[in-house]
């Protein structure tokens, strides 16, 4: 059996006003693997194959797509081999909160351990599913951001809908503050302080701070 990597599939966006041309095209990259087998050859994507290895990815927004996808990824996996470990390489600038603290659930909930990596940046509500890792690993330049949650979209209505969301608001951040206290062993006044703004940490603040375990050169 031979197995050989396989290029991508390439999306033409043609420019605004103008007919499409092969010269407009933008290449959307997507890694697929060719086998080789007895019936012929068989392609999968890349990331069927990170799954058969126990890998797994958030590289975009947490929302509800990104996090239903891991999390059926861990409950298959789970399925599996509930004592194998699973890594969650993590490069996200954050998103919804609650999408997010449904997939921190399901990490906390599965019997697996659950290494993260950081590549690039675990910033927000990524960051919290970062340091939720059994064991956190940062390469040498990835960067970890904590802030309090923001109020998404417009602030209206009446005074009354304004307070009660204002007041959900500080619930979430209750929340929040104490997963990184759990899992940090900073007290809630030190979150506090750090989460008040935009808070950046390099690898080697973030070991230092207790956001990550160590900084790792190789994968």
Do not use: W
């Amino acid at each position: 059996m031979r197995a050989a990597a396989i290029h991508g599939c390439y999306r033409c966006v043609p420019a605004l006003g103008k007919e499409l041309v092969m010269s407009e095209c933008t290449p959307i990259y997507q890694p697929q693997i060719i086998r080789e087998t007895a019936e012929g050859l068989n392609r999968l994507d890349v990331r069927d194959e990170m799954l058969s290895h126990r890998e797994l990815e958030l590289t975009s927004t947490v929302d509800a797509q990104s996090c239903a996808t891991i999390i059926r990824g861990l409950l298959y996996l789970q399925r599996c081999d509930a004592n194998a470990p699973v890594t969650l390489y993590i490069n996200s600038p954050g998103g919804e909160v609650q999408s997010g603290l449904a997939l921190y659930d399901v990490m906390q909930a599965v019997s697996c351990p659950i290494r993260t990596v950081c590549l690039g940046m675990a910033a927000s509500m990524a960051a919290l599913l970062f340091i939720a890792g059994d064991e956190r690993q940062m390469l040498p330049h990835s960067r970890v951001m904590i802030n309090d949650p923001l109020i998404g979209g417009g602030l209206g209505g009446s005074a009354l809908s304004v307070k009660a969301r204002a007041d959900d608001l500080m619930r979430i951040r209750d929340i929040t503050a104490n997963v990184i206290a759990r899992h940090t062993g900073m007290t809630l006044e030190q979150v506090f302080v750090l989460t008040a703004s935009d808070t950046y940490f390099e690898a080697e603040q973030a070991v230092a701070q207790g956001l990550a375990d160590r900084i790792v050169t190789s994968l």
